[in-house]
């Protein structure tokens, strides 16, 4: 597996990560806890090395399943976390499991909220520390200050941003430098292009796009009549409606069609392209499948030539995506 450096901040990672709210969240049925175990520790061997994972996955159950997988490889991977969620179980914010109640980053809830991680990922240290959400409630200054002290004290190594906007990236990054940002990117969602991609890359913060394949979309698994059951988070999203999902099947057949002549799948095509985008680019897919595991870490083989690289911009600007991409409820706490 290759190795990447998330920008400026010295965190090493592989090309790609794994990204676990899968195994208890938004897209069931879930595997039992043996095989998602499995499954980790396959990942492992393969050379994977980030694993991104949050408090809000289950609640608590997604943290605990990575710390007993991860145990015995603690030393040799990377483990990504997120706090910001005010927890108590009344609210569902993905249309499955996880609830929350709201935001909270106050400092209080910030150091309740990493020992809570720290005790399920049975660790002593937190690799990765992202606020999930940025709270409109505390200024992101304070935030940054907080995480500072966290890592001075030893309990963070590095912090991050989710769906964070540029003004708010640049603020806080002037308190405590970032390592990276976590937001959504890829073929079918490429927004971070016009601003946000050009400050990380002129700060030096990694990028780390979470769902690079469009929720399963790019890998070609839907078709213009497909229907998602009601307990699945993409039966809420506009994207994915039947009006919608039949217009967006012009981006999957123009990836199709690449991959067919690259010899490569669609899901190693739009991983692969996003790995193009720059250096510290590191994309995190889910999956709950071990094929699907070797499928995806394929796509860092897959290069693309200038050509290639100019035709497929051509071919997606020229591509409309239709709909939106989170139910009206959840958009508004995106890129604050």
Same mark, same amino acid.
Request: with cysteine; aromatic share 8%; net charge negative.
């Given at each position: 597996?290759?190795?990447?450096?998330?920008?400026?901040?010295?965190l090493?990672?592989?090309?790609?990560?794994l990204?676990?709210?899968?195994?208890?969240?938004?897209?069931?049925?879930?595997?039992?806890?043996?095989?998602?175990?499995?499954?980790i520790?396959?990942?492992?061997?393969?050379?994977?090395?980030?694993?991104?994972?949050a408090?809000?996955?289950?609640?608590?159950?997604?943290?605990?399943?990575?710390?007993?997988?991860?145990?015995?490889?603690?030393?040799?991977?990377?483990i990504?976390?997120?706090?910001?969620?005010n927890?108590?179980?009344t609210?569902?914010?993905?249309?499955a499991s996880?609830?929350?109640?709201?935001?909270?980053?106050r400092?209080?809830?910030?150091r309740?909220?990493?020992?809570?991680?720290?005790?399920?990922l049975?660790t002593?240290r937190i690799?990765l520390?992202?606020?999930h959400r940025?709270?409109?409630?505390?200024?992101i200054?304070?935030?940054?200050?907080?995480?500072?002290?966290?890592?001075?004290?030893?309990?963070?190594?590095?912090?991050?941003?989710?769906?964070a906007?540029?003004?708010?990236?640049?603020? *806080?990054?002037? @308190?405590?430098?970032?390592? =990276? $940002?976590?937001?959504?990117?890829?073929?079918w969602? +490429?927004? /971070? %292009?016009?601003?946000?991609?050009?400050a990380?890359?002129?700060?030096g913060?990694g990028?780390?796009?979470?769902?690079?394949?469009?929720?399963?979309?790019?890998?070609?698994r839907f078709?213009?009549?497909?229907?998602?059951?009601?307990a699945?988070?993409r039966?809420?999203?506009?994207?994915?409606?039947?009006?919608?999902?039949?217009?967006?099947m012009?981006?999957?057949?123009?990836?199709?069609?690449?991959?067919?002549?690259?010899?490569a799948?669609?899901?190693?095509?739009?991983?692969?392209?996003?790995?193009?985008?720059g250096?510290?680019?590191?994309?995190?897919?889910?999956?709950?499948?071990?094929?699907?595991?070797?499928?995806?870490?394929?796509?860092?083989?897959?290069?693309?030539?200038? *050509?290639?690289? @100019?035709?497929?911009?051509? =071919? $997606?600007?020229g591509?409309?995506v239709?709909?939106? +991409?989170? /139910? %009206?409820s959840?958009?508004?706490?995106?890129?604050?």
């Amino acid at each position: 597996m290759q190795q990447r450096i998330l920008g400026n901040s010295g965190l090493k990672v592989s090309a790609l990560g794994l990204g676990c709210m899968g195994f208890t969240q938004s897209y069931p049925p879930y595997i039992d806890e043996n095989e998602a175990i499995a499954l980790i520790r396959r990942s492992v061997e393969m050379g994977v090395t980030l694993f991104d994972t949050a408090e809000v996955y289950g609640p608590y159950a997604n943290e605990t399943l990575l710390g007993a997988a991860l145990e015995p490889f603690r030393d040799d991977v990377v483990i990504a976390t997120k706090f910001g969620f005010n927890l108590d179980g009344t609210h569902d914010i993905q249309g499955a499991s996880g609830r929350a109640t709201g935001l909270s980053s106050r400092p209080e809830a910030i150091r309740s909220a990493v020992d809570g991680s720290l005790k399920r990922l049975r660790t002593d240290r937190i690799d990765l520390y992202y606020q999930h959400r940025v709270d409109p409630d505390v200024p992101i200054e304070e935030v940054a200050g907080t995480l500072g002290a966290l890592i001075r004290e030893g309990k963070v190594l590095h912090w991050g941003l989710s769906e964070a906007s540029e003004q708010t990236i640049r603020r *806080a990054h002037a @308190v405590q430098p970032l390592a =990276a $940002l976590q937001s959504e990117y890829s073929m079918w969602y +490429r927004q /971070p %292009e016009e601003k946000i991609l050009p400050a990380l890359n002129e700060l030096g913060i990694g990028f780390v796009p979470f769902s690079p394949l469009g929720k399963a979309m790019l890998t070609g698994r839907f078709d213009r009549d497909t229907t998602f059951d009601a307990a699945d988070f993409r039966s809420q999203i506009p994207r994915f409606s039947p009006e919608n999902l039949d217009q967006n099947m012009a981006l999957v057949d123009f990836i199709s069609a690449l991959a067919k002549r690259k010899h490569a799948t669609p899901a190693q095509i739009a991983l692969a392209w996003l790995l193009a985008q720059g250096p510290h680019i590191v994309p995190i897919p889910g999956t709950k499948k071990m094929h699907r595991l070797e499928e995806n870490i394929g796509a860092c083989e897959v290069s693309f030539t200038a *050509a290639e690289r @100019v035709e497929i911009k051509t =071919a $997606l600007d020229g591509i409309h995506v239709s709909g939106e +991409r989170y /139910p %009206e409820s959840q958009e508004k706490l995106t890129e604050r």
